[in-house]
């Protein structure tokens, strides 16, 4: 069975790091584009920053400068360094992708998602 799970979130100061982890794993063939989304408490979810296979990232305008996305392809694992941290970062950060099985099925997959708090 095929999972996402994401780690790495957790209370920090407003100006500090944190380093989120996004692992799949289950019979997997190949894992397309991956994703970053958050969501805030009475908010919608929101894209954060994606990477593609081969690398091609994108940001959502406030995190550009502060967030990197990035992926370890042996690994079946993505990150998001985030650093400059803001109060209003606060949310629970998912991870979600589509990735192809051992059956050839194409689906997209949600992990449970990771909270992240940033005190002021």
């Known amino acids: 069975q095929v999972q996402l799970v994401e780690s790495g979130g957790g209370l920090v100061q407003a100006g500090g790091s944190l380093r989120l982890s996004c692992a799949a794993s289950g019979s997997i063939v190949s894992i397309n584009t991956m994703r970053w989304y958050r969501q805030a408490p009475g908010k919608q979810r929101e894209l954060v920053a994606t990477?593609?296979?081969?690398?091609?990232?994108n940001y959502a305008d406030s995190m550009k400068g502060r967030f990197t996305i990035s992926r370890d392809n042996a690994k079946n694992t993505a990150y998001l360094q985030m650093n400059s941290l803001k109060p209003e970062d606060t949310a629970v950060y998912y991870c979600?992708?589509?990735?192809?099985?051992?059956?050839?099925?194409?689906?997209?997959?949600w992990g449970q998602g990771t909270q992240v708090t940033v005190s002021s």
């Open positions: 979600n992708t589509d990735l192809r099985d051992d059956v050839g099925t194409l689906r997209n997959y």
């Open positions: 990477i593609t296979r081969g690398g091609y990232t």
